[in-house]
């Protein structure tokens, strides 16, 4: 039975591994060959990744493709995307590729924003809190000077700082909520930086306000935090051309529109389709978010909030057609930067940045949209003609191939046999099976 260890942090990464292998896995050295053999041979890359987090053992690999031909408001972008699910990459080309020759994709930035929060406890009387909040305001301003010194100079910053009464919905509750513009930084450091300063100054100021202690209701931090929901950081992107242009393939396309526009209302209106719709759409956005060294749970969080806002969860995706024109489009809320965190640290992340053209933090939230967008366009655009089993499957044969252990040689027949035969796993176990015997 493992032991409980103190102290561990401070092992070297030998001594770590020997621990674990010799309370987890019976001393048994497979498990340590697993680790090792994931370990890489130039000390220095080595080592950056041991640094990333406390007590890393291994490296964990995520197949690092890329999704060509994707033209975004007239220029040319081959798109990184760190995902394991065998057909996302496929489904991205294959729509980047179908828009290629419809015009490409639109992408708007609508808002900056980002924000983040002071929550206080306050009991008393809220004509003394305001008041005093208006009064202390410049100092709370004032006290982060230095921290956003270099933010300002670039143009960013601290926006404004508003104290909000939230006592309906909890009592004795209110906040400070802050305004940033961080620019081309995702800005989380910079944001909680500059709100614990400010919870600081409005205690301390709070603590010698004669009229707090007078009435024994002295207001206090509970606790200060970035709020990973962005409303006020959108941006759109979108696809149109004529209902004429989606004929393809035998499929005419005004059938086509009329399918998919209603497997898009039937996701706005039913949270069991909604949340797999918008899971594909994240299978777009997450691949690149990881690709570029952003922080995925903070967009995936943000991002399924605001496809609740209105009380349901619904599609974070909209198409119609008017006037014979089909529309498709994603509106949502990302908070990401191309400087700072991982981006100028992780050389594979720092390559996708290059592969992107350096783009700027809205430049990026762009290019994120527009993968979600083309995720769900070619998901939708399967569902409702031949189904998503074809194509994923086709996608998934290498993995059954894999587990199988099937030779080079193997694989190739499988692929021959399966590109005019329906793949699913019993079938590529009985065509290895047959091969084999
Ligand atoms: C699978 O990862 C994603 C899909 O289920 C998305 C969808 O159903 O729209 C194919």
Redesign the pocket.
């Known amino acids: 039975m493992p032991v409980p260890v103190s102290g561990f942090s401070k092992k070297s990464k030998q001594e770590k591994i020997e621990w674990l292998v010799h309370n987890y896995f019976n001393d048994n050295e497979d498990a340590l060959i697993t680790l090792k053999q994931y370990w890489n041979n130039n000390t220095r890359l080595q080592e950056l990744h041991d640094d990333f987090t406390e007590n890393t053992i291994s490296n964990y690999y995520l197949p690092f493709g890329i999704a060509p031909n994707f033209k975004i408001n007239g220029r040319m972008y081959t798109i990184p995307m760190v995902i394991e699910?065998s057909?996302?990459i496929a489904?991205a080309s294959n729509a980047a590729k179908f828009w290629l020759d419809r015009g490409g994709f639109n992408t708007e930035v609508i808002s900056t924003i980002k924000n983040g929060q002071v929550h206080i406890d306050y009991f008393g009387n809220k004509e003394l809190i305001f008041k005093f909040f208006a009064d202390v305001k410049p100092a709370l301003l004032v006290s982060i000077s230095d921290i956003e010194k270099n933010m300002k100079v670039r143009g960013g910053g601290l926006l404004d700082i508003e104290l909000i009464d939230t006592t309906e919905a909890l009592p004795g509750y209110f906040q400070l909520h802050c305004t940033f513009e961080t620019l081309d930084a995702m800005g989380a450091n910079f944001i909680n930086s500059c709100l614990e300063e400010i919870a600081i100054t409005f205690e301390q100021k709070a603590a010698s306000h004669p009229e707090f202690s007078k009435n024994s209701t002295t207001p206090k931090v509970v606790l200060s935090i970035l709020s990973n929901y962005v409303p006020e950081c959108m941006v759109r992107a979108s696809v149109r051309c004529a209902v004429e242009e989606l004929t393809e393939n035998g499929t005419d396309g005004e059938t086509f529109a009329r399918d998919f526009v209603r497997?898009v209302d039937i996701?706005r209106t039913e949270i069991r389709?909604a949340v797999?719709?918008?899971?594909?759409?994240m299978?777009g956005i997450d691949s690149v978010i990881l690709a570029t060294g952003n922080d995925f749970r903070a967009v995936e969080a943000g991002i399924h909030a605001f496809a609740a806002k209105e009380g349901k969860y619904t599609s974070l995706t909209q198409a119609n057609v008017e006037d014979g024109i089909f529309t498709f489009s994603i509106e949502i809320p990302l908070a990401l930067g191309t400087v700072g965190g991982l981006t100028g640290l992780h050389p594979l992340v720092k390559f996708a940045l290059q592969l992107l053209h350096n783009p700027s933090a809205q430049e990026l939230m762009g290019i994120a949209a527009v993968a979600g967008l083309a995720?769900?366009f070619a998901?939708?655009r399967?569902?409702v003609t031949t189904g998503?089993q074809k194509g994923?499957m086709k996608m998934h044969l290498m993995n059954i191939l894999n587990q199988l252990e099937a030779t080079s040689d193997e694989k190739e027949k499988a692929i021959q046999h399966f590109t005019k035969n329906t793949v699913s796993h019993i079938a590529a176990v009985n065509f290895i099976e047959k091969l084999r015997r």
Do not use: D, F
């Open positions: 699910e057909s996302v489904a497997a996701a389709r797999t719709h918008n899971k594909g759409i299978n995720q769900n998901a939708i399967s569902l998503i994923h």
